[in-house]
């Protein structure tokens, strides 16, 4: 089962949305646009709430491989 992360690499503020496009294999810049085009459409508070908790949540960077 793939698990989520945030991005060591791609990081802006705390690498969610680097780590949603390392996932899906997609370039970070457009999920970061696309956040912040839903940010505008559905009201700034609950994005940015959700970003926090997903901040808190995911761990940092990939496990290392054995």
């Known amino acids: 089962m793939k698990r989520l992360y945030r991005s060591e690499t791609d990081s802006k503020i705390a690498g969610v949305c680097g780590g949603l496009a390392e996932e899906f294999a997609i370039d970070a810049n457009m999920v970061r646009l ?6 505008v459409v559905s009201g700034v508070a609950p994005l940015v709430i959700t970003y926090i908790v997903a901040w808190i949540i995911l761990p940092k960077g990939k496990p290392q491989e054995e």
């Open 34 to 39: 696309a956040t912040v085009f839903a940010c």
